[in-house]
């Protein structure tokens, strides 16, 4: 299992991570394989998207800001229902195959590190699994 540190920059940012997670298959044994992504948080996700224009991450962080607003008629005392709620929207773990020691993904798929309530650091786990 690796750990990886994110950092963020904003309160709510996508970033790039795929480059990451190739690097944890690179330095793991296996040629064929999977690897499980895990956020350990509770305001941040992991989801699989386009990489190509950046216009599409924006879209998704702006839809998710609009039916969901940091302000509203919430309990949570901390503030930040709306980074919960939007985590647990998109989900804490991705599954992706590898063969070859490269990950299987569409030609305009990345990974993305979903921050909801940065600036933070972060930490991403990820795990290789061979797969015979
Ligand atoms: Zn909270």
Not at 7 to 32: C, F, K, P, S
Not at 63 to 69: A, D, Q, R, V, Y
């Amino acid at each position: 299992m690796e750990t990886f540190s994110v950092e963020t920059h904003r309160r709510e940012e996508m970033i790039d991570i795929t480059q990451l997670v190739q690097q944890a298959i690179r330095e793991g044994g296996a040629t064929n394989g999977m690897v499980h992504c895990f956020i350990p948080h509770t305001t941040a996700a992991i989801t699989i998207n386009e990489n190509a224009d950046p216009d599409v991450t924006r879209d998704i962080l702006y839809k998710l800001g609009k039916e969901i607003p940091q302000l509203d008629n919430y309990h949570h005392s901390e503030g930040n229902s709306d980074a919960h709620l939007k985590a647990s929207l998109i989900g804490a773990s991705e599954q992706v195959l590898f063969e070859n020691k490269k990950l299987v993904l569409g030609t305009w798929q990345g990974i993305y590190f979903c921050e909801f309530d940065g600036p933070r650091t972060r930490r991403l786990i990820v795990k290789v699994i061979p797969v015979g």
